[in-house]
């Protein structure tokens, strides 16, 4: 292992400090979180990680068409954008970090929830992040037809 002193010290540090009891604690929570969204999405749609629920790329595209009453045919987007304006509502409007937003670039880009006991608490607990992503799915229907409020939802100041 190649790493400065520092960088050394913080990860024994970290590895000193880690309670499996607090993952197990996490990895129930995210389940929690799955059942709930399942049950509000349907059953089907909602995969579940070891940590979280999923909702891939494109049933999240499905849901949006169809709160949206349009068909895929009517619609430039593709499903990675659907999950990319889905995330950055999540973001902006609740303070909830998905995967897709904040993973690792080149990731899979499905809706993907991993929480953490104190990021579920923050944003109001699991009934609160099953109504965010209610209410940010609707939103992104109102608006997947403009491309410019998507390309500006999705890019910021880039698009």
């Given amino acids: 292992m190649e790493a400065r002193a520092p960088i050394a010290a913080a990860v024994l540090r970290s590895l000193q400090k880690f309670d499996p009891h607090h993952l197990t604690q996490e990895a129930a929570a995210g389940q929690e979180l799955a059942a709930a969204l399942e049950a509000a999405m349907g059953a089907g749609v909602v995969m579940r990680s070891d940590l979280g629920p999923m909702v891939n790329e494109d049933a999240v595209l499905a849901i949006i068409l169809e709160r949206a009453s349009i068909s895929a045919d009517a619609l430039n987007v593709v499903p990675c954008e659907a999950t990319a304006a889905l995330g950055m509502l999540l973001l902006a409007d609740h303070g909830i970090l998905t995967v897709n937003t904040h993973g690792q670039p080149g990731a899979r880009v499905s809706l993907r929830l991993k929480p953490t ?19 940010c799915i609707t939103k992104v229907a109102d608006i997947v037809t403009d491309e410019n409020a998507m390309k500006t939802l999705i890019l910021g100041d880039f698009a």
């Fill in 117 to 135: 006991l104190d990021a579920l608490a923050s944003v109001g607990g699991v009934s609160a992040v099953v109504d965010a992503v209610d209410d």
